[in-house]
Antibody, heavy 123, light 110 residues
Framework: QVQLQESGPGLVKPSQTLSLTCTVS??????????WSWIRQPAGKGLEWIGR???????NYNPSLKTRATISINTSENQFSLKLSSVTAADTAVYYC???????????????WGQGTVVTVSA | QSVLTQPPSASGTPGQRVTISCSGR????????VSWYQQLPGTAPKLLIY???QRPSGVPDRFSASTAGPSASLAISGLQSEDEADYYC???????????FGGGTDLTVL
């Protein structure tokens, strides 16, 4: 079955760039009509959608993150990645990667999630 | 402040039916399909409902959902202790051009 696994540094210094990778196993990331998303959750708080990338290459981002977030896909490695620049303590959270099976621009249905990775922003 | 509004908590006794509301706007729930997620403590969320009222395979039919205008609701019948979790609604928002989540509802089984 399809599985997702996040990886990346657990500690990032303020003002630096957070970089995470999600490795997809069990299927090709370029097959099917899926959106590949990043979602985060600060400790004790709710879920926040960061952004998504369509298999064909288009992206959408949470406007609250302005231009700090960038999502990319590496089909040869079957991975997709998140870069979040100029981080502050407010970016400390559990970061999840997820597959959106909805296949429609105006719909979200995150059917497969990674286990999540904790990222702390601190000097 | 979440774009979609959910009650912070809900509770019920075993066997009871409970509902969780999710209030939005025309730009999100009023125009686009809603999905619901269950998050058990310390785990990643799990898709419970998609396209307003569709259950993925493996989700018990005790879970159902509906929408009415800019609002949605999740119903859990025959409440069980293992249903104790956080529940989130989500939808695409045309104005924000992104996915929005509710703040989550902490369900307690008494």
């Amino acid at each position: 079955q399809v599985q997702l696994q996040e990886s990346g540094p657990g500690l990032v210094k303020p003002s630096q760039t957070l970089s995470l990778t999600c490795t997809v196993s069990g299927a090709s990331i370029s097959s099917g009509t899926y959106y590949w998303s990043w979602i985060r959750q600060p400790a004790g708080k709710g879920l926040e959608w960061i952004g998504r990338m369509y298999t064909a290459g288009s992206t959408n981002y949470n406007p609250s993150l302005k231009t700090r977030a960038t999502i990319s896909i590496n089909t040869s490695e079957n991975q997709f990645s998140l870069k979040l620049s100029s981080v502050t303590a407010a970016d400390t959270a559990v970061y999840y990667c997820a597959r959106d099976v909805a296949g429609s621009y105006y719909q979200a249905a995150f059917d497969i999630w990674g286990q999540g990775t904790v990222v702390t922003v601190s000097a | 402040q979440s774009v979609l509004t959910q009650p912070p908590s809900a509770s019920g006794t075993p066997g009871q039916r409970v509902t969780i509301s999710c209030s939005g706007r025309k730009s999100n729930i009023g125009s686009n399909p809603v999905s619901w997620y269950q998050q058990l403590p310390g785990t990643a969320p799990k898709l419970l409902i998609y396209s307003n009222d569709q259950r993925p395979s493996g989700v018990p039919d005790r879970f159902s959902a509906s929408t009415a205008g800019p609002s949605a609701s999740l119903a859990i019948s025959g409440l069980q202790s293992e249903d104790e979790a956080d529940y989130y609604c989500a939808a695409w928002d045309d104005s924000l051009n992104g996915v929005v989540f509710g703040g989550g509802t902490d369900l307690t089984v008494l």
